[in-house]
């Protein structure tokens, strides 16, 4: 089986993990940091809203069972991505909605699928899209949270 990454950014990882688990053709999704400058970072520091990075998830799929378009409308359904820095309650540039390629096939997907979004909200997108970075997998207290605490997915897709 051939698989492929897909790098989303959409608030708190613990909710946008959840999700994309649960997509039939998901192989594998975790929650990390990405988009930053500090090397290794811990969740203390990226919540300082001072290493640059994203909570992020890093989605491993297999394109032969779900497209990296469906994943794509996974994304904008899970948040609201009119939302600058901030998602809900949660507040900085971490939490900023985002987009991370891992190909010119998938950037031009992205950026495509970002206008889309913007005239059918009628409202500017404030989603980055940009080259995928070093992802740093999170402590494992933040992996798959919400199935460790008995919590079904917030977000139904």
Partial sequence: MKTQTATFAAGC?????????????VIDAVSGYTGGHAENPTYAQVCTDKTGHAEAVEVTFDPSKV???QLLGVFWKI???????????DI???Y???IFTHSPEQEAAAKASRD??????NAP????????????RAEERHQRY???HGVSCPVPV
């Fill in 67 to 69: 497209s990296y378009e």
């Fill in 79 to 89: 948040h609201d991505p009119t939302q600058r820095n901030r998602q809900g309650p």
């Fill in 92 to 94: 900085g540039t971490q």
């Fill in 116 to 121: 889309s979004q913007g005239k059918l909200r």
């Fill in 13 to 25: 990882f613990w909710g946008v993990e959840a999700a994309f688990a649960q997509i039939p053709g």
């Fill in 96 to 98: 900023r909605s985002a």
């Fill in 146 to 148: 919400f199935e460790r």
């Fill in 125 to 136: 997108v404030s989603t980055q899209i940009e080259p995928a970075q070093t992802f740093y």
